[in-house]
């Protein structure tokens, strides 16, 4: 157990709807990442907030968007869903340093389908 | 061009051999380099790291890096059934805020 909660598990949901992901990081960590992982891009980054203020983008699309809140938890809200956001998507948490290493602990992740 | 491309396999093997998984990338500026596994539905979880090029072992795992080729491994000597998973190559530079560029993944099955 990484100590990285997200809910929910599996997340079901038509196109053109819109749905939030949740994500707890490990006690202390003030660091979260998003990634979507789909069969055919890998592991994809696609935000980074550090202590509520956002540290870093990647490849999100303008119909997804995130916030990390006062209490260091993050969401990652995904709208007008489309067939190709069916993805499992992940978060992680560290305790960044702006240079150097910093390992990062992946939550078990939430499956969305979009039918 | 993926910055780091990785043979999705599968890679399918028999309990005992060693296997060798690879990545290459195309960022020169790439230090840290990172092997994660990860078991079915199940978030990825940290093999290794190292920093720079060079040798690290770890058990039965040992990563390499050649930066000159821009070319990672991660060798398993002994596999055993409970190595099956994907195993993922990640890398950084120092200063982007620790943003991590990720292979696809290597299906691995170490058959008993």
């Known amino acids: 157990d990484s100590g990285v909660t997200q809910t929910p598990k599996h997340l079901i949901t038509a196109t053109g709807q819109r749905v939030t992901l949740r994500c707890s990081p490990r006690s202390g960590d003030l660091s979260v990442y998003w990634y979507q992982q789909s069969l055919d891009q890998g592991l994809q980054f696609l935000i980074h907030y550090y202590n509520g203020e956002e540290r870093a983008k990647g490849n999100i699309l303008e119909r997804f968007s995130a916030q990390q809140f006062p209490d260091l938890h993050s969401e990652l809200n995904l709208s007008s869903l489309e067939l190709g956001d069916s993805a499992l998507y992940f978060c992680?948490?560290?305790?960044?340093?702006?240079?150097?290493?910093?390992?990062?602990?992946f939550g078990p992740g939430t499956r969305l389908t979009v039918l | 061009q993926k910055e780091v491309e990785q043979d999705p396999g599968p890679l399918s093997v028999p309990e005992g051999a060693i296997v060798s998984l690879n990545c290459t990338y195309s960022?020169?500026?790439?230090?840290?380099f990172m092997w994660y596994r990860q078991y079915s539905r199940k978030g990825p979880e940290l093999l290794m790291y190292?920093?720079?090029?060079g040798n690290k072992e770890d058990g039965r795992f040992t990563a390499q890096v050649d930066k000159s080729s821009k070319y990672i491994s991660l060798f398993i000597r002994d596999s055993q059934p409970s190595d099956s998973a994907t195993y993922l190559c990640?890398?950084?530079?120092?200063?982007?805020?620790?943003?991590?560029?990720f292979g696809t993944g290597t299906s691995l099955t170490v058959i008993p």
């Open positions: 960022n020169s500026a790439f230090q840290y």
């Open positions: 190292t920093y720079s090029s």
């Open positions: 990640a890398m950084t530079t120092l200063n982007t805020g620790n943003q991590f560029y």
């Open positions: 992680a948490s560290s305790d960044w340093r702006a240079s150097g290493y910093n390992e990062q602990f």
